[in-house]
C-alpha cells in the first residue's frame, strides 16, 4: 500500500471515523481536510444494497446538478442532416459522423462526453472497443443517445453527471469543487441523494443506502447521516 503523505496524515486526525456526520457538518469538515494546493473535485460514494448482476437491480443514469461540477465538459456530437446544426447551435464542441469516428480510431480523445443520434449509433457501435473500457460510449440510459440534441448539449454544459452502480454496489459521483460554497455542495449532495432514492431498483430487498461518505480529490472520506433523506 502506497504510504500517505504527511497533509493527509494530518487531515485523518480531524474525522472521527466511527462518526456519521450531518451533510452541512460534513461540508464544513471537508473545507477544514482538503490541503491540496489546486481546486479539488468533491465527490460522493455510495454503497448500496443491490446485486447488480441481476439485470433488475442494476442502476444507471444522469442527471443535471442544481450548480453544475465547476468543470466546462467538451462535448462530441455523432450526427447528421438538420441535427448537426442543432447540435452547433447548441454550443456542441465537435460535430460529425465518420469524420470524427475516423479520428478516434487514430486515438483521438480531445473530448469529455459523446452525444450520438439513434441513426448513427450502427457506426459508433464500432467504436466500443476503444470508447467502452474510458466510459465514452453513448447510451439511452444516460441521455446520451436522443435526437434531442440540443436537450443533450445543454444538459452536459449544464452541469450533468453520470451514475453507475460498480460490481462491488458502489456508485460514486462528483459533486462539484472545493471551491463552492457550503450551500451549493449540500445542495448538489441533497439533489443526487434524492435522485439515487429515486431510482432505487423495485427487486431491491433490505436497506438500500448502506453508506455515504464525500471526499475531496486528496482528502479523507467523511461518512455522511443519510437518514434524514431516506425515511
Do not use: C
Amino acid at each position: 500500500m502506497a504510504k500517505k503523505g504527511k497533509k493527509y496524515n494530518e487531515s485523518v486526525k480531524l474525522v472521527d471515523r466511527s462518526k456519521a456526520y450531518g451533510i452541512e457538518e460534513a461540508v464544513a469538515l471537508l473545507k477544514k481536510v482538503a490541503r491540496a494546493n489546486f481546486d479539488e473535485t468533491v465527490e460522493v460514494a455510495f454503497r448500496l444494497g443491490v446485486n447488480p448482476k441481476k439485470a433488475d437491480e442494476q442502476i444507471r443514469g444522469a442527471m443535471v446538478l442544481p450548480h453544475g461540477t465547476g468543470r466546462t465538459q467538451k462535448v462530441l456530437v455523432f450526427a447528421k442532416g438538420e441535427k448537426v446544426k442543432e447540435a452547433e447551435a447548441a454550443g456542441a464542441d465537435y460535430v460529425g459522423d465518420q469524420d470524427l469516428i475516423d479520428k478516434i480510431n487514430q486515438g483521438w480523445f480531445e473530448f469529455d462526453v459523446i452525444v450520438a443520434t439513434p441513426d448513427m449509433m450502427a457506426e459508433v457501435g464500432k467504436l466500443g472497443r476503444v470508447l467502452g473500457p474510458k466510459g465514452l460510449m453513448p447510451n439511452p440510459k444516460t441521455g446520451t443517445v436522443t435526437f434531442d440534441v440540443e436537450k443533450a448539449v445543454n444538459d452536459i454544459k449544464a452541469g450533468q453527471v453520470e451514475y453507475r452502480v460498480d460490481s462491488a454496489s458502489n456508485l460514486h459521483v462528483p459533486v462539484g469543487k472545493i471551491s463552492f460554497d457550503d450551500q451549493k455542495l449540500i445542495e448538489n449532495f441533497t439533489a443526487l441523494i434524492k435522485t439515487i432514492i429515486q431510482v432505487k431498483p423495485q427487486a431491491a430487498k433490505g436497506t438500500y443506502i448502506r453508506n455515504v461518505s464525500i471526499t475531496s480529490t486528496m482528502g479523507p472520506g467523511i461518512k455522511v447521516d443519510a437518514s434524514g433523506f431516506t425515511r
